[in-house]
């Protein structure tokens, strides 16, 4: 299969039938052979009745619906494990992305590019939605070393080894240019068409601001020592060890001299540090026994078009 097209979705139901119109306008004159996964994310209005009334019309569909709310990375990590093609794209069930950008997007991966990030360069929201924005991909930006302008564009392009490789959870749907990068894959960016929303209420607030940079800080973390959680613990853990052996061996030697032991605050702090070191060295061995048993499961409900 040419292309699969994933679309998480959470209370879309009036948006979905005339997104699969765009859709098939869009992709029949290109001849691919295409799918379109479209998760529902807990949603609690009609939307997974639309999704199977459109499956009938669309045999092309394949669905899956989250028994609640897992938010828009898991939904994207089940969609990437599921896509057939050799290129996946992702937009959002809004209508403010458009389905023509897709097939410019392959064109720029055809020309040796891993993945291609939209820009919304005439965004239509609202200025407390617009501003933070750039101030976060600014940020993002400088931490990962690639200038993008709006990472978190939800209309992109992957060949099918990114999303392969990439593993999402939590809020990380963020940053999958910058996961992309720091991964060797080569990524660059397309100016896209913004619609303004007509139909729903958008699933996003200023508060994803704060959340975002502390999940830019967590990624950070993640990126060092995911695979290795005793580098990291360990180092702290030696760190105290080294002050608590130092303070406990002048206090040894104090002893050895005068032959008298005197409890003191800082004798006391030795020993805690002490403590504290076999806590953290304890910490590290805890998370490389669950690294080595971390599986990723969903909670799917209902699914359509799976054999």
């Not at 023509?100 to 939605?129: A, C, F, N, Q």
């Not at 052996?245 to 540090?273: D, K, S």
Request: charge should be neutral; proline fraction near 4%; charged fraction near 20%.
């Amino acid at each position: 299969m040419d292309l699969s097209m994933v679309i998480p979705v959470k209370e879309e139901s009036e948006n979905l039938p005339e997104l699969l119109k765009e859709i098939v306008a869009a992709i029949e004159p290109t001849g691919f052979s295409y799918e379109v996964i479209i998760i529902d994310d807990g949603s609690r209005d009609n939307t997974w009745d639309v999704v199977e009334g459109l499956s009938k019309e669309y045999p092309f569909i394949r669905g899956f619906r989250f028994q609640f709310n897992c938010g828009k990375a898991d939904a994207l990590a089940l969609g990437f494990s599921k896509a057939k093609g050799n290129y996946v794209a992702t937009l959002d069930g809004d209508l403010q992305d458009d389905p023509l950008e897709i097939p410019k997007m392959i064109k720029i991966l055809d020309e040796g590019y891993d993945l291609v990030s939209g820009w919304k360069i005439r965004r239509l929201d609202p200025w407390h939605k617009t501003w933070p924005s750039k101030l976060f991909n600014l940020t993002v930006s400088m931490v990962c070393g690639k200038r993008l302008h709006d990472f978190n564009c939800g209309i992109k392009a992957y060949r099918r080894s990114v999303v392969r490789y990439i593993e999402l959870y939590g809020d990380y749907h963020r940053f999958i240019p910058v996961m992309a990068k720091w991964q060797g894959f080569r990524i660059t960016e397309m100016p896209v068409a913004h619609r303004a929303r007509v139909h729903g209420v958008s699933k996003y607030g200023i508060s994803r601001l704060v959340s975002g940079f502390l999940d830019l800080v967590s990624l950070m973390f993640m990126r060092s020592f995911s695979t290795k959680p005793l580098h990291f613990f360990g180092l702290v853990g030696l760190l105290f060890m080294l002050l608590g052996l130092g303070v406990c061996g002048y206090f040894g030697y104090e002893w050895l001299q005068t032959g008298a032991l005197h409890v003191r605050p800082l004798l006391l702090a030795g020993l805690f540090a002490l403590v504290m070191s076999v806590q953290f060295f304890s910490l590290g061995l805890l998370g490389e026994m669950v690294n080595g048993h971390r599986k990723q499961t969903f909670p799917i409900a209902d699914t359509l078009g799976e054999e």
